[in-house]
């Protein structure tokens, strides 16, 4: 669910506190006391990723290592997609995008395009649906595998991405959750990711952006190295068996 820029103060408090009706262990460290600022910020202050700080390195080589390995293995995947996208419709092959990245800085992240050119033309800014008009053919088809994500291995490369992360956002919805969303600048203490506890758990494509938020700041307290293992191992499965991917 998208909030919209109408959102009562009672629905505003509702996301804040995270008070959702399902309730169950992983999403209890999100209860937040929206009538106490002071336990507010105590619990702001759990977020920070000092453990994450201790193992940034091991991250940053654990990225380059599977960067090395992927790029052979998806070169031919990867100029063959290009082909395809030159061939089906008109326009450039990739598409850049300014997003948010790690502390709030911005950064242009690379996708092969899914959309027809000046998609946004008219409209602005527009959240994907899952039958989204302005898509081509083969971008419903590339957006449903996650294959117009596989340029993002420069962004790893460069070191503006990890594999393993919340999903960036670009500037226009950012602005307009973290007024609407209580803790959503927190995700921005993890870098973003290719892959995220977020993908892995049915949050991808038009879905609930208060639980990717949940899945987000989860992986922001808890984020290791195993936990980055686990969702590199669980997102083929993720993709395949995830209705929401579009």
Same mark, same amino acid.
């Given at each position: 669910?998208?909030?919209?820029?109408?959102?009562?103060?009672?629905?505003?408090?509702?996301?804040?506190?995270?008070?959702?009706?399902?309730?169950?262990?992983?999403?209890?460290? &999100?209860?937040?006391?929206?009538?106490?600022?002071?336990?507010?910020?105590?619990?702001?202050?759990?977020?920070?990723?000092v453990p994450?700080?201790?193992?940034?390195?091991?991250?940053?080589i654990g990225?380059? &290592?599977?960067?090395?390995?992927?790029?052979?293995?998806?070169?031919?995947?990867? &100029?063959?997609l290009a082909?395809?996208?030159?061939?089906?419709?008109?326009?450039?092959?990739?598409?850049?995008?300014?997003?948010?990245?790690?502390?709030?800085?911005?950064?242009?992240?690379?996708?092969?395009?899914?959309?027809?050119?000046?998609?946004?033309?008219?409209?602005?800014?527009?959240?994907?649906?899952?039958?989204?008009?302005?898509?081509?053919?083969?971008?419903?088809?590339?957006?449903?595998?996650?294959?117009?994500? &596989?340029?993002?291995?420069?962004?790893?490369?460069?070191?503006?991405?990890?594999?393993?992360?919340?999903?960036?956002?670009?500037?226009?919805?950012?602005?307009?959750?973290?007024?609407?969303?209580?803790?959503?600048?927190?995700?921005?203490?993890?870098?973003?990711?290719?892959?995220?506890?977020?993908?892995?758990?049915?949050?991808?494509?038009?879905?609930?952006?208060?639980?990717?938020?949940?899945?987000?700041?989860?992986?922001?307290?808890?984020?290791?190295?195993?936990?980055?293992?686990?969702?590199?191992?669980?997102?083929?499965?993720?993709?395949?068996?995830?209705?929401?991917?579009?």
């Amino acid at each position: 669910m998208i909030p919209s820029e109408t959102t009562s103060i009672s629905d505003k408090r509702r996301v804040s506190g995270f008070d959702f009706q399902r309730s169950n262990l992983r999403r209890r460290f &999100l209860r937040f006391d929206t009538a106490q600022p002071k336990r507010q910020a105590e619990s702001i202050g759990r977020l920070s990723p000092v453990p994450a700080r201790r193992h940034a390195s091991v991250k940053r080589i654990g990225d380059l &290592l599977i960067c090395c390995l992927a790029f052979p293995a998806f070169a031919l995947p990867m &100029l063959f997609l290009a082909l395809l996208i030159k061939l089906t419709s008109r326009g450039p092959v990739l598409y850049s995008q300014e997003r948010i990245g790690l502390s709030g800085t911005t950064f242009t992240m690379w996708k092969f395009r899914s959309m027809r050119v000046n998609a946004e033309e008219k409209t602005g800014p527009v959240w994907a649906a899952k039958k989204d008009s302005r898509r081509t053919w083969l971008g419903t088809k590339m957006r449903r595998t996650g294959l117009d994500e &596989l340029p993002q291995l420069f962004n790893v490369l460069r070191g503006e991405m990890s594999i393993v992360g919340p999903r960036p956002e670009r500037p226009y919805f950012v602005e307009r959750f973290s007024r609407q969303l209580a803790y959503y600048d927190c995700r921005h203490l993890a870098k973003p990711g290719i892959t995220g506890w977020a993908q892995v758990n049915r949050c991808r494509g038009n879905t609930s952006i208060e639980d990717r938020l949940v899945c987000d700041l989860e992986y922001v307290q808890h984020q290791s190295f195993t936990l980055d293992l686990r969702i590199l191992l669980l997102t083929p499965f993720a993709i395949c068996a995830d209705p929401n991917g579009c």
